[in-house]
């Protein structure tokens, strides 16, 4: 006897963020103005002495497929997963791997070093590296007797 985990909430939220994307896309505010996800990738936000990590999950996407931008503080990661094409469909049982586009958005704190953000796509993880600002030390000044 296998045990199933019935999460009756997680189908609601899938129906409502499908019925969400149908109304923003007939309305017209479906456009690259307002990008719609179809799926959210998990991440992990790490600081570290130097410099903050973003680790996203994205496995199965390009890195060709993926575009990040920063602009007024706001570091922006989107892209797009394709679907796999099933030409036999026979023996097919089920399909949960989520296909499409993505996007998130990180509000940056100041001491962010917006010049010096590098990424890399390694094994379906995405790495962003956000360097920190050097932090200036107060510096004491002697008075010189003249």
């Keep these: 006897m296998n045990l ?4 009756p909430w997680s189908i609601a939220d899938l129906v409502q963020r499908d019925l969400d994307r149908i109304q923003a896309r007939r309305s017209g505010r479906g456009g690259p103005e307002t990008p719609v996800s179809d799926w959210v990738p998990a991440v992990d936000i790490i600081e570290e002495n130097e410099r903050f990590l973003i680790r996203a999950d994205v496995p199965g996407v390009v890195a060709a497929d993926i575009d ?11 892209g797009e997963r394709h679907t796999e094409k099933h030409e036999d469909a026979e023996g097919v049982r ?17 001491t962010a070093d917006a010049e010096g953000i590098a990424a890399r796509s390694t094994n379906g993880i995405l790495e962003v590296s956000i360097p920190k600002l050097p932090v200036v030390q107060p ?5 010189e007797v003249a």
């Design 68 to 78: 990040i931008s920063m602009e007024d503080g706001v570091l922006t990661i989107a």
């Design 94 to 110: 089920r399909f949960e791997r989520v296909s499409g586009r993505f996007h998130r958005r990180f509000t940056l704190p100041e």
């Design 4 to 7: 199933v985990r019935f999460e």
């Design 139 to 143: 510096r004491r000044i002697t008075v």
